[in-house]
């Protein structure tokens, strides 16, 4: 099929192109032969409505393969792993004719309150780049689309329709635009979707910044970019900054406004074009794609993925003696409702209808050689009594004291947690809180299984001898909780985010949700692991943790830098134990002394590691040179500062496991000077520097009676390295005292902000 040129349109139907036909659909011109394209939700799943279905697809959605959600997949920090996921996704968006998954999700894990949470990767942006990256290229190989979301700084579901996210410069690029930028730069999603909420006072949806200079003029970012289901503001502006197709339909509404913006010349007819172009080559890349993966779905082969994926995003918190795995001989009590009626999926836009559905009952069961009873322990439905309460605890009760071990499992019921509203606490539910202390008081061989997509606090974290973080595992998490219980698969997952004693402790605390339509990022740098550890903070599980059933053990680190500038860290890594497993190698830096704030170490580089039983290996990571910079406000740049820097290869981010310290070359910058300029500032330009020292040294000279103030022992010049230049002639009188004269103080900066020749 040929796609026209945007030449051979009408102004009519070019302003068309930028606004959806329906929900999930873009609008066709038939007159040109330019075809309508299908969207929908993703991104651990596909979410299609079926013909004559609801409008949002929720309730009729064809079945399709449910995998876990990226709180779970983010935990496996396998980029390989990811990426399979993202084939698979993009096999069944092509088997159903769909142009392009919305998702990933990779906004950062600001607070453990946000709502959407479980569609995220991580509290920190190299882990959600790099594992962004890699389901984005996974999907986009099978000739669909994907669509990264929400950019930018999207991080909570309160009033998120307005909301300004007022992030400082460094912060907002360091942090929560860095891991866009790896996506964008490392595999082009075809589409990137704005967020709803305003960024420092303007909405995203409207932003020329965000939108043409720093995704496309900056970044490079070749695709198109589609507002969220209904997200615009105002949409000629938006057009205009660099949005080009609004979802859903708005029933021809702005796109009169549009036309009627170039009649009265208000918007120029070249800013259509663009956008007309940008949707046509969507199309484009549509109709190329189409039909590269002919069905029918192999759903048995994807769901054997499915809880492959699962097994390797199951976390090992704690594992007192060997408790885990389990001898399948033992008499077991399987105890909480989770355990038959799984939560496996987050709720809102990302919901799916999975092809089957494991439960961990059933599969223990099926793996299990001993006795095996059950006991609901408590529910998650609404308005239980406190009789039917204490009768489903009684029996748990029953069933933990005659067994050799307990396995209760606990979490969020979904209606704690969803698209659309944020938690007010990190607790589990009290009643279930009450269950596990009465079964450690019969039974304290006790092991937790967890179901969440958010990070709970666990009060009983000290009293049992193991729990398995299990988030929301997908269709096949219950047979992937059995594989791990039983140790048919050794778990190998670790934390993307921290998890806290108190959610009083987490860096947003005192400013989430923010009042009156704005959120202050009043912690700055300072997220997740970067605050806690900045603090000296105790937490219940650090960043990066996971356990083994196996032991790893690390040999000295080496690094040194290569012809592109990157680090790159060399460490031999042996499985000590008796059983194969994976490690998650962990690379963080830090600028010891540095000029800049920074925090205690960064994650810069990961890998994971296959390791038979006895096996060394030597790993290489590379942490890229970019990733060493931060964001200079003074020139609105990345700069790699030089120096000495410290690199920890670790198992997690409070396990160092060893050292070494690298020697990095800084990049050249050079301030334009002004009359505010600090006379240190102007003493170490390298052009006019060595002028105004001698300069400054005559002036000192005749100043001996400023000694008489300063304390002894102390250097009277270092408090004039702070005054501005401009103010220097102050502290002598006239010319022959070595005065820096006004005409002497414009000559300088003349001559320091002159152009260089080349």
Known sequence: MTIPDVAELTLEEKASLTSGASFWYTKAIERAGVPAIMVTDGPHGLRKQREGGDHLGLGDSVPATCFPPAVGLGSSWDVDLVHRVGEALGTETSIENVAVLLGPGINIKRSPLCGRNFEYLSEDPIVSGALGAAIVAG????????????????????????????????????????????VVEDAQPWTVMCSYNRLNGVYTSEDPWLLTQVLRDEWGFEGLVVSDWGAVNERVAGLAAGMDLEMPSSNGLTDAQIVAAVQDGSLDESVVDVAAGRVLDLVRKSTDGAGAVSGPLDIDAHHALAREAAGRSIVLLKNDDGALPLAKDAKIAVIGEFAEKPRYQGAGSSMINPTRLDTALDEIRALAMGEIAYAKGFSVAPGVSDDETAALRGEAVAAASAADVAVVFLGLPARLESEGFDRTDIDLPAEQLALMDAVLAVNPNAVVVLSNGGVVALPFADRVPAILEGWLLGQAGGGATADVLFGDVNPSAKLTETIPLRLEDTPAYLDFPGE?????????????????????????????????????????????????GDLVVRVAVTNTGERSGREVVQVYTSLPGGEVQRPERELKAFASIALAAGETREVSLTVRRKDLAYWDIRVDAWVVEGGDYAVDVASSSRDIRSSVVVAVDGDPIVLPLSRTSSIGEVMAHPVVGEIVQAAIAQMMS??????????????????????PIGRAGMFAAGEADGAITPEMIDGLIAMANAPTQG
Not at 150 to 172: C, G, I, K, W, Y
Not at 176 to 182: E, I, K, S
Not at 541 to 553: D, E, V
Not at 702 to 723: H, K, N, R, Y
């Open 702 to 723: 005749g100043m001996e009676g400023l000694d008489a103030i300063m304390p002894e022992g102390a250097d009277a010049s270092q408090m004039m390295t702070s005054f």
């Open 139 to 182: 999907i986009q190989s099978k000739g669909v689309g994907t669509s990264l979301k929400h950019f930018a700084a999207n991080n909570q579901e309160n009033d998120r329709m307005r909301s300004s996210s007022d992030v400082d410069p460094r912060a907002l690029r360091e942090i929560y635009l860095r891991g866009f930028q790896r």
């Open 516 to 564: 009156f339509s704005h959120t202050r990022y009043g912690e700055g740098l300072f997220v997740g692991y970067r605050w806690y550890d900045a603090r000296r903070m105790r937490v219940a599980f650090p960043f990066g943790h996971g356990l083994s059933y196996t032991t790893f053990a690390y040999g000295d680190a080496a690094a040194a830098v290569n012809a592109d």
